[in-house]
C-alpha cells in the first residue's frame, strides 16, 4: 500500500508555511507515496511556494501533486506549474452528495456531473500530466448516493482521468458503507483511492475493508491534520505496509518544529472544534452562532465577507493572504488581530483606498458569533 499525504492540502490553513526543504524531507519519509503540495490558485504567494516546491522536491520515488478546484482558473495554474515536471501530477475536489452540494455550491447533481465532464475534457486539452478526481461526502446516507458513484467514477476513468477519490468528508462512513462502495468499484482495479476521515472512530477499519477490495493508496495527513483533527497519521499504517522511514520522520520533524512550530498547538488553533475558517466548515457545522471565525490561508470570499459584512472580491482576499499571513508567516488571524493590521500603514502600503473596495471596516456579522473588531 501506499499513502496521498494531504499535510499541505487538507491541513493547509495549518501548514501553508512547509516549503521546499520540508516537502522534500516529507518524500524521503514516504518513498513510494504521494504529496499533495497545495492549492496554487489560491494567492500569488501560494504559486510560488507550489512552484518551487515543484522545482526542488520532486523526485523518482515520491510523486508531488498540485490541487485545484474543479474550475477552470485553477486547472490553468496547476497546468502552468506542472508542465516542465518530472514526476508530479493534478487534482481536483468536487461534491457528489446532494446533502455536501445543498451546503456548498447549491446547484443540481446533473448540474455538478455536467461540469465534471467539462473539467475532465478541459485538462486533457491543457495538460499531458495524469489527472485525479476526488468525490467529496461519498458516504452520506442517500439513495441515490451509491449508483452516483459508480457512474461519476466509470466516466471519469474511461475520458482519461487517471485515478478516483473516495472520500469520508465527514467522517460518517460505517463499515457496512465502505464495503459496498469499495466492492462496488473493485471492477476498476487499483485505480480507486480512499480519503477517510476519523470522526467516528471507524476509519482503520475502514481502511482495512478498503484494502481488502483492492485499494492501493489511502487518504493521510501528518499529526492527523485536517479540518476537525480527523485525518489518519501516515505512522498508524505501518503495520498494513507502508513504507515509512523514521529516521528521515525524525528530521522532517525537527525541521517542522523550526518552521511552524508544535504541530499539535498549530493544528488546534486552526481547527479547534468551535473554529472555523472556510466557507464549507460554516455551512456543514450549521451556522453555528457559537463558531469563531479565524482568516486563512484557506478562507474563502464567503467567510472573509462575514468577517467584514461587506462583499469582499477573489483579488482582494488573494492581497489580504499575500501580504498578512504569506509576508508575515501568520498561520491564522482573528477578526481584531486582522482589523489591526489593516489599520496600521503596513497594508495601506499594500492596498490603496484607490485599489480596494474594503473602505471603512463595518461592523462584523453577528451570525457566527464574532464581536465587533
Known sequence: MNVREDFRRDGLAAHFLADET?????????????????????????????????????????ELCVVGHAREDHLNKMAEIIKNSYNVTANSWIPISDYFLNQTVRVSSKEV?????????????????????????????EKELLPRIYNWTDYCLNNGTRNVIICDTRGIGKPEQIESIFSMLNVFGNRIEFHPHNDNGNALENIALALDKGVETIGT???????????????????????????????????????????????????GLNVIVTGSQYRLRGRNKNLKIKFGVTSDTYIASKIFGKNIDA?????????????????????????VKLRTGYFRDIITPKQSNLGRLSVISQEAGIQNG
Open 22 to 62: 520540508l516537502i522534500a524531507l516529507a518524500c524521503k519519509v514516504l518513498p513510494g507515496s504521494k504529496i499533495n503540495i497545495g492549492y496554487p490558485a489560491i494567492c500569488e504567494k501560494e504559486y510560488e511556494k507550489c512552484s518551487r516546491i515543484v522545482n526542488h522536491a520532486s523526485n523518482d520515488l515520491t
Open 113 to 141: 456531473f455536467s461540469g465534471l465532464k467539462s473539467i475532465v475534457q478541459k485538462w486533457k486539452q491543457k495538460s499531458d500530466k495524469p489527472f485525479d478526481i476526488a468525490f467529496a461526502d461519498c458516504t452520506s446516507n
Open 221 to 271: 495527513s501528518f499529526y492527523g491534520a485536517g479540518e476537525r483533527q480527523s485525518m489518519i497519521d501516515p505512522k498508524e499504517l505501518i503495520s498494513f505496509g507502508l513504507s515509512f522511514n523514521e529516521y528521515k520522520f525524525k528530521e522532517f520533524e525537527k525541521k517542522y518544529f523550526e518552521m511552524i512550530g508544535n504541530p499539535l498547538e498549530v493544528i488546534k488553533t486552526v481547527y
Open 315 to 339: 483579488k482582494e482576499l488573494s492581497e489580504l493572504k499575500d501580504s498578512l499571513l504569506y509576508a508575515e508567516k501568520n498561520i491564522v488571524l482573528t477578526p481584531n488581530e486582522l482589523f
